[in-house]
């Protein structure tokens, strides 16, 4: 028996991967990029303390597959969040992992080339050559957290993160956003239950410990101090949108029983849009209406947009990929991006520097 294999009998092999210390010197952040990135941060923080009177706004691609379309579409999003700068702060939706179902492309950073060969320390170096490039723009970005080694390599380029419906009931992504250096939203369900995003605010404003890499790639335990910026993503579920007027009141008593601020975020797409991107829209201009009637709760929206309207399957040739349209989640154009958004700040430019603080 002695000779007998007890470990990795699964794994087919394994490849060191560079340190987060090394890519990061590899890839420094600029001063003007930690500016955009510190302020982002405070203006986040500064929304749903109810300091700054604006909504944030989560806009960009349901997943980055092309890099080059990435910055063509950060190139736009920037100037139009210079434009509408005095109601919305516009953060760019950039993410680079897809939790899936079952199987399917996991996304920029798992699988670079589309084509399953893994190329992860590639896929690294792409997202954070990204990353740096957009905030050197003064566009402050968004992402997922849903691997728990990656935040090392890439969080001190991100000034908001999202856990998502299938991680925010999970330990392991509770306590990794008790450490993480922004604001988080954790997202309903994918069945529309509540309850799963509530928990996570309370467990992640308290400190844990847990295993994890530090910045030279070791083993370590990981000490928190806890977050107090975790905030509801409604996101719909089970076939049902959560973002009406009632599901809102119904938050709001939730976080209000569990003695949490109600800080709501509303996600436009997933099945509060039934998947369907000509929903998003009126779903904003929904939003728009109960703050013109008094709400005073909800204080972001996240938005599935791209250059191009829909979504692709990846073909096998991709030479055959259409510039800028989704290969994950259908999104909507930059054209309806442009008025959904200036609508939105038309409605609202003079509502919401009365709002009263949450």
């Not at 050197?136 to 992402?143: F, Q, S």
């Not at 910026?229 to 009141?249: F, I, Q």
């Not at 800028?324 to 609508?343: F, L, N, P, Q």
Request: glycine share 8%; hydrophobic share 35%.
């Amino acid at each position: 028996m002695s000779g007998n294999k007890l470990e990795d009998l699964n794994v087919a092999s394994q490849e060191t991967l560079i340190t987060p210390e090394t890519l990061k010197q590899d890839m420094p952040l600029s001063g003007s990029a930690a500016q955009t990135v510190t302020d982002g941060r405070q203006a986040i923080y500064d929304i749903i303390d109810g300091k700054d009177h604006r909504l944030f706004l989560v806009v960009g691609p349901c997943s980055i597959h092309d890099a080059d379309a990435a910055r063509d579409y950060a190139a736009r999003l920037k100037k139009l969040a210079d434009e509408v700068s005095d109601t919305l702060l516009i953060v760019m939706r950039v993410y680079f992992e897809k939790p899936r179902t079952t199987v399917g492309w996991k996304g920029l950073i798992n699988d670079p080339h589309l084509n399953d060969t893994f190329d992860i320390e590639r896929g690294l170096q792409l997202g954070r050559r990204l990353l740096l490039d957009i905030n050197e723009l003064g566009l402050p970005v968004a992402t997922e957290a849903l691997d728990p080694i990656s935040p090392q390599y890439l969080q001190d380029t991100i000034a908001w993160s999202a856990i998502g419906a299938r991680t925010t009931e999970s330990q392991t992504h509770r306590e990794m956003s008790s450490g993480l250096s922004m604001a988080i939203g954790f997202k309903n369900g994918t069945d529309g239950n509540l309850d799963v995003a509530v928990n996570a605010m309370k467990s992640v404003s308290y400190p844990h410990s847990f295993l994890g890499i530090d910045q030279q790639g070791q083993v370590a335990i990981i000490r928190t101090k806890g977050n107090r910026y975790g905030h509801v993503v409604l996101r719909g579920g089970g076939g049902k949108p959560n973002y009406d007027s009632v599901s809102v009141t119904l938050c709001e008593q939730a976080l209000d029983k569990a003695g949490l601020r109600k800080s709501i975020m509303v996600d436009c797409s997933h099945a509060n849009s039934s998947k369907d991107p000509a929903i998003q829209p009126l779903v904003m201009q929904d939003v728009s209406h109960q703050i013109l009637e008094g709400n005073t709760s909800i204080q972001s929206l996240m938005i599935e947009s791209n250059i191009n309207w829909g979504n692709q399957s990846i073909p096998e040739n991709l030479a055959d990929l259409q510039y800028g349209v989704s290969v994950t989640d259908a999104c909507i154009d930059w054209a309806t991006t442009e008025k959904a958004i200036r609508d939105m700040r038309n409605k609202l430019k003079d509502v919401l520097p009365g709002r009263k603080a949450v």
